[in-house]
Each structure stands twice: as C-alpha cells, then as structure tokens.
C-alpha cells in the first residue's frame, strides 16, 4: 500500500497559479496511475487529472483543461498537479489518488489509496 501526503494548497486570487505537490512512501508511485480529485461544500468528489505509471499518457476534466497539468518525478517519488489561471470555481480540497490499474481511470472507486487532502481557495 502507498501513502500520500499532499502539500501546496492555499488562499490565491483569481488568475494565480498554485502547485500542488503528493509525496509517496511506502511504494514507489511509479507503480501506480496516479490522480487528481476535488471535493467542493456540499458536492461529490469529483476527477480533475490522471496520468499513467510511465507519466506518458494524462487526461484531464473539461473544466480544467488547458489550465491544469499532472506530472510526476519519479527520482522524488512525487507527483504534481500545476494549476494556472485559477477561478473561484476552482475552490475544493484536493486529493491526491493512486490505483493499481493500468487504465486512465476517472472514476474515484478505481483509486485504492488516498491522501488526506489540501485546501485551495481561489478569491475573486
């Protein structure tokens, strides 16, 4: 099993740009798909990105595409999510995920090991 922690959230103002970092431990996280999710008051946690364990293959959520890159470094055992252009709506805790599948999964029941979260606040 793999644990993540992740770091970077933060209070920002519409149009800034925020990294978020997932630090991996126990297992190396180029053994995994690795994703992005967020979760909203009152909402579902809902997909934001995805790569695959060779960092070669990434999809995106529509609402965030062309704003939001993943990347990994697999040397550091981490994993990135660089989010330009940040709107209000953009506003969640975001988690970190990994699954053992090979598939670009967007669905959060395929993401067996979770990290606890990271607040990001987006003012207008």
């Known amino acids: 099993q793999v644990r993540l922690v992740e770091s970077g959230g933060g209070l920002v103002q519409a149009g800034d740009s925020l990294r978020l970092s997932c630090a991996a431990s126990g297992r190396t996280a180029s053994s995994y798909t690795m994703g992005w999710f967020r979760q909203a008051p009152g909402k579902e946690r809902e997909f934001v990105a995805v790569?695959?364990?060779?960092?070669?293959?990434?999809n995106y959520a529509d609402s965030v595409k062309g704003r939001f890159a993943i990347s990994r470094d697999n040397a550091k055992n981490t994993v990135y999510l660089q989010m330009n252009s940040l709107k209000p709506s953009d506003t969640a805790v975001y988690f970190c995920?990994?699954?053992?599948?090979?598939?670009?999964?967007?669905?959060?029941?395929?993401?067996?090991?979770w990290g606890q979260g990271t607040q990001v606040t987006v003012s207008s």
């Open positions: 995920a990994a699954s053992a599948g090979l598939a670009l999964s967007m669905r959060v029941p395929d993401f067996t090991s």
């Open positions: 790569q695959d364990r060779y960092g070669v293959h990434t």
